[in-house]
């Protein structure tokens, strides 16, 4: 099991969601929020901001460029630009742990398996 130390930054009580100030990586998504005890607080749900808001925008301009016909089949050294560009972007997304994560409480999760008992089976 990999665990990082962070901090609870805030908390939606209408959403129950809780803001978490720890590396979230994607992947992370469905694993257990633990407090300093051990106990599960919550299940990580998803990550806003940072970088990854920045990359997810640079990645759809390059997207429309190379839809438009501008940019597109240009290669240098055997490299095409736009290409690289994307993997670069789709290879910092990936691993840079930046912006807000979010997890859901246990109640949260306790009302949906009480309301969707076949998601147990």
């Known amino acids: 099991m990999v665990t990082y130390r962070g901090m609870i930054s805030g908390f939606d009580p209408v959403s129950n969601l809780l803001a978490v100030q720890a590396p979230i990586n994607k992947g992370n ?7 300093r005890d051990g106990h599960v607080v919550g299940i990580v749900s998803y990550r806003l901001g940072g970088i990854s ?20 089949g240009v290669v240098l050294d055997g490299v095409d630009p736009l290409a690289a560009m994307r993997e670069i972007i789709s290879t910092l ?17 306790k009302q949906y398996v009480e309301e969707n008992p076949d998601v147990l089976k």
């Open 29 to 35: 998504s469905g694993g257990a929020l633990l407090n």
């Open 53 to 72: 808001m920045g990359l997810n925008q640079l990645r759809a301009y390059i997207d429309r460029m190379a839809a438009n016909g501008q940019g597109g």
């Open 93 to 109: 997304d990936q691993h840079i742990s930046t912006g807000i994560g979010y997890a859901r409480t246990m109640n949260l999760l």
